[in-house]
């Protein structure tokens, strides 16, 4: 069974860092490519970072400089390091794994088939 457990979400100030993550089971990332999302209320989700699975990664012109994906092939977790953090980053993250699908930079939901819960980011300013 996949699942997809993300965490580190949580509230903090412009100009401040946090660091996401998301526990993968039942995918290896020698397979599967995987993805980071982000909805904010009245918005498309978006495409933040992705990393394939020779570890090539992509990011989001907004957030290029600020965000970095990465990944752990032996424990299984995927990252998302945020620094400069600013209030329009506040959204719902969201990772997510995907296989056989398009690339796409940056990436679209369409090419992704599991997703995690999401965690809530915050950005007060």
């Known amino acids: 069974q996949v699942q997809l457990l993300e965490s580190g979400g949580g509230s903090v100030q412009a100009g401040g860092s946090l660091r996401l993550s998301c526990v993968a089971s039942g995918i290896s990332f020698r397979n599967y490519y995987m993805g980071w999302f982000r909805q904010a209320p009245g918005k498309e989700r978006e495409g933040i970072a992705a990393i394939d699975t020779d570890d090539s990664a992509s990011h989001a012109n907004s957030v290029k400089g600020r965000f970095t994906i990465s990944k752990d092939n032996a424990k299984n977790i995927l990252y998302l390091q945020m620094n400069s953090l600013k209030p329009e980053d506040t959204a719902m993250y969201y990772c997510?794994?995907?296989?056989?699908?398009?690339?796409?930079?940056?990436?679209?939901?369409?090419?992704?088939?599991?997703w995690g819960q999401g965690t809530q980011v915050t950005v007060s300013s």
């Open positions: 997510a794994a995907g296989i056989g699908g398009r690339w796409f930079i940056p990436p679209r939901p369409q090419s992704f088939s599991y």
